[in-house]
């Protein structure tokens, strides 16, 4: 019950620990490392998707004798169909293998941030506004 005689009390910030300020720190830099980890998914995702593309215009080839350009760091070499197509494969698992590690990680940073978030919530409410839901 609210007096109108009486001035309502001004609500306090919970104060701001050394351990708090950490979390807020760590959080910072998940997220920072967040982003950074979904442009390499991002990025992985693009060459995959050119390797597979590569790969079927090497299966177009009509002649089986002709020889592919396939490109090594700056050098190209003339390779036939066969290894060239099982080259391709190899670069392609290979992504795939990063691309999963990539993912792996996210959930772990993703996980991290919703931890470090629901406590600070719970101790600040909405007078904290961490960056971002890891989630959008």
């Known amino acids: 019950l609210v007096c109108p005689s009486m001035p309502a009390q001004p609500q306090q910030e919970p104060e701001v620990t050394a351990a708090d300020q950490a ?3 760590t959080f910072s830099r998940l997220n920072l490392l967040f982003h950074e980890l979904e442009d390499e998914l991002k990025s992985l995702k693009d060459e995959m998707e050119n390797i597979k593309e590569a790969s079927n ?4 080839i009509m002649d089986e004798d002709e020889l592919v ?3 090594v760091g700056e ?3 003339d390779v036939n169909q066969t290894d ?3 080259m391709l494969d190899r670069v392609l698992e290979g992504k795939e293998s990063e691309a999963t590690q990539v993912e792996g990680r ?3 940073v993703r996980d991290r941030m919703k931890e470090l978030k629901a406590r ?3 101790k600040f409410g909405k007078s904290i506004n961490l ?3 890891p989630d959008s």
Do not use: C
């Open 57 to 60: 215009e090497v299966m177009m």
């Open 106 to 108: 996210l959930d772990e």
């Open 75 to 77: 050098v190209y070499a």
């Open 120 to 122: 600070l919530a719970a």
């Open 84 to 86: 060239a197509q099982t």
């Open 131 to 133: 960056e971002e839901d």
């Open 23 to 25: 979390d807020i720190n």
């Open 69 to 71: 350009k396939f490109g």
